[in-house]
């Protein structure tokens, strides 16, 4: 987060030696930088009716952000733009300070979320080649997601094969919050897609499927629908591990993104106990869920879950293993875990070279 | 294993409505031929099929009619076996998922009066949990003080599932009133399937739903400490029931942060979040979704900093535990005590009281 209210107990730990952040947001300086990328129907269809989300509101988030673009205040291009707009401000802010060897791009705001699936599969096409050609070709140290209309499975399988061995891209992006839960049989051909060029797929926390944000109808608050991505997350954990794509898609893996970590470990105790009682409803799964979670799932850090002790937050992490946890900043969102901080001193080096850099060029396939 | 002590609070205990018809004698003339002219089904829920596994351990499932809806065998399985000083009742009957708040009124009525006649009635150890009709916060108020005038009623339940979320301001009477009238509010899992049963809409399967249930709670939970219900109503203690409590303490290390650093949003919000959860919510026992080594829960109970959160129950007749094993291993004798005992009466402040 960007406002510090405790001291930290020891001397921040400067990160010296090179790390991954697998979690950057590109953003457009307008709208009009992806037109070159679409057909003009498309340009004029944007023109004429806009992006119609799963939410009412036309421009913006139906939960009102703490923050521009819930960005860091000091984010802004000095040439203008968004924060996020600018490779050079990207550059100077974030990749060369804190010495950033590989930096995973996850594009929001793209056609994900689309209720007209011909537009959504149109602009994250676009979304694809602008990361080309705006970001991964000029900077060597990043590496995009493949961002698709998954509501349309058929579309967004030809998206992904059409990308195969094309090394600018190292995931395929989901948005956690779909028409369904991402178990659903209609999401399937994106994973067959992705097992198939051998790419993972990360779930970001956030969009819009038309469901209420809770079992229990809409909350009132930017903090509601921010806390409330772990507890979606969980759920799109859940239907993924019990509709069985682990099963159907044994090779393939994917990453939580942003959603947290802590709540990985109760979530598998769970799913554990009543797969116990309720096995004869699931009879596909050959094995305990948490034995999927630990084998298929990898998490990024960022936020780092904050308890007033941190050896318990360590204590977790043993639970879920060193070797699944991928370090991410959240840039620029205001957010950012400041990657001098989030590990205090004590951690081994191994474990810290796992968690910064080495789970990610593993996962990622990055040399 | 750790072994109960006796004399403990049992706060989550199910007697089950046999069948609608069971409830026609507590109608009144309209409601009761409502029922029978439009031939109106069993209201059972699918939050717990009866013939689900988890919805009745195996060896307290009766020969015939549904699991806790005996009397005698609540008795024996739960009453008795575990030396039980007094047994909280919750009703899961579904009158939460009807959309008339008019029949739902009449259904939580009947179902108060069932339970007080059928279950109270016969064990002086039985205590009960008013069922409202939350589609009305009106008729829900007037149930409760309805219900209040008997001391045996200890708390009001809602489902963790329903219309809205339950911070929001609308239902904040039904809060004064419980703190008012000496009432914890009751939390329990399941869903009145009014809005889908996660945040991405419907799931396949059983196991699904009630995996989410945790999830739920953690969302009610945000919802009830940011819209500032604990500023309002600081005496006001809620027991999140069937919850599961192993999610909690990550739970709040996220809920923490965001509130340290979006706090100007709810700035009604007078307490951190931790605070608020210490002094005014509590959590029953089972189910305990950890595994079953002493090292790893107690590590679980040092995460979550406090002895006072949890409130023994056997969930019966759900299937949470087998045999004598209600209580995870390698608790202390002094946890013990608190959970079954300490706890629950420091909590639920009419156990104490004299009966009228």
């Known amino acids: ?367 | 294993m750790t072994s109960p002590i006796a004399g403990g609070v049992d706060c989550d205990l199910h007697p089950a409505v046999p069948h609608l018809t069971s409830l026609l004698p507590y109608m009144n003339d309209y409601w009761r031929d409502q029922v029978t002219t439009r031939g109106m089904t069993d209201l059972v829920s699918q939050s717990y099929p009866t013939n689900s596994p988890i919805s009745s351990r195996p060896d307290w499932r009766p020969g015939q009619g549904k699991p806790g809806s005996d009397l005698a065998d609540m008795q024996k399985q739960a009453l008795d076996r575990f030396g039980t000083a007094y047994g909280i009742c919750n009703p899961l009957y579904g009158v939460q998922m009807v959309f008339s708040e008019d029949m739902q009124d009449a259904f939580c009525r009947a179902l108060n009066d069932w339970l007080a006649r059928e279950w109270l009635d016969k064990d002086a150890r039985l205590r009960g949990s008013i069922v409202i009709p939350t589609q009305s916060v009106e008729k829900s108020v007037a149930e409760i003080e309805r219900c209040a005038k008997d001391k045996r009623f200890v708390q009001v339940l809602m489902l963790v599932m329903g219309d809205m979320p339950l911070g929001k301001r609308a239902y904040w009477p039904i809060y004064a009133a419980a703190e008012r009238l000496g009432l914890t509010i009751g939390i329990h899992a399941g869903s009145a399937y009014h809005n889908p049963p996660t945040a991405v809409g419907w799931g396949s399967y059983h196991i699904e739903d009630y995996v989410a249930q945790a999830t739920a709670f953690q969302t009610q939970l945000t919802s009830l400490i940011v819209e500032g219900v604990f500023a309002r109503h600081p005496n006001l203690k809620m027991v999140m029931l069937e919850s599961g409590f192993t999610w909690l303490p990550a739970y709040l290390w996220r809920l923490h942060k965001f509130w340290r650093g979006i706090r100007m949003e709810t700035p009604w919000v007078d307490r951190a979040p931790l605070e608020i959860v210490r002094s005014n919510i509590r959590f029953s026992l089972q189910p305990v979704d950890a595994p079953p080594d002493p090292a790893t829960l107690n590590r679980l109970f040092d995460h979550m900093q406090s002895d006072e959160l949890l409130l023994f129950s056997t969930d019966y007749p759900h299937w949470q535990f087998d045999g004598d094993e209600v209580l995870p291993p390698g608790l202390s004798p002094e946890l013990v005590r608190k959970i079954m005992i300490d706890n629950p009466l420091a909590t639920y402040g009419r156990l104490q009281q004299a009966l009228a």
């Open chain 1, 1 to 367: 987060m960007n406002v510090q209210f405790r001291p930290e107990p020891s001397a921040s730990v400067s990160v010296k030696t090179a790390i991954a952040d697998c979690d950057i947001h590109p953003a457009r300086a307008t709208n009009d930088e992806l037109y070159p990328f679409m057909a003009k129907r498309w340009h004029e269809h944007l023109v004429a009716y806009g992006k119609q989300a799963y939410h009412g509101m036309m421009e913006g988030p139906p939960y009102p952000k703490a923050q521009p673009n819930a960005s860091r205040r000091d984010a802004w291009p000095p040439e203008g733009g968004p924060q996020g707009s600018s490779l050079s401000f990207m550059q100077k802010q974030l990749l060369d300070p804190y010495n950033v060897a590989l930096g995973v791009l996850n594009p929001l705001n793209s056609g994900q979320g689309l209720r007209n699936q011909d537009l959504a599969g149109a602009v994250c096409s676009a979304i694809n080649d602008w990361q080309i050609e705006k970001w991964t070709s000029k900077d060597s140290r990043l590496k995009g997601s493949i961002v698709v209309a998954n509501e349309d499975g058929v579309s967004a399988a030809a998206e992904i094969r059409k990308r195969a061995g094309d090394k600018n891209f190292v995931q395929v992006l989901l948005l956690s919050r779909n028409v369904e839960p991402l178990g659903q049989r209609r999401y399937w051909p994106v994973y067959e897609a992705a097992q198939e060029i051998g790419l993972p797929i990360g779930i970001h926390a956030f969009g819009f499927g038309g469901n209420p944000l809770t079992p229990s109808g809409w909350p009132s608050f930017y903090i509601e629908e921010m806390v409330g991505h772990a507890q979606c997350q969980q759920t799109v954990l859940a239907s993924l591990v019990l509709e069985g794509v682990f099963e159907r898609y044994p090779k393939l893996k994917m990453v939580m993104i942003e959603a947290g970590f802590g709540w990985a470990p109760s979530l598998g105790w769970r799913l554990d106990k009543n797969f116990e009682r309720l096995h004869s409803e699931v009879p596909y799964l050959k094995r305990k869920p948490s034995e999927y979670i630990r084998d298929h799932i990898w998490w990024t850090t960022q936020p780092m879950e904050d308890p007033e002790r941190r050896d318990h937050l360590f204590q977790v992490i043993e639970w879920i293993g060193w070797d699944k946890l991928l370090f991410a900043t959240d840039y620029p969102h205001w957010d950012f875990d400041e990657p001098s901080r989030v590990l205090p001193a004590g951690v081994s080096d191994a474990n810290r070279e796992a968690f910064y850099l080495g789970n990610a060029k593993k996962l990622y396939g990055i040399a």
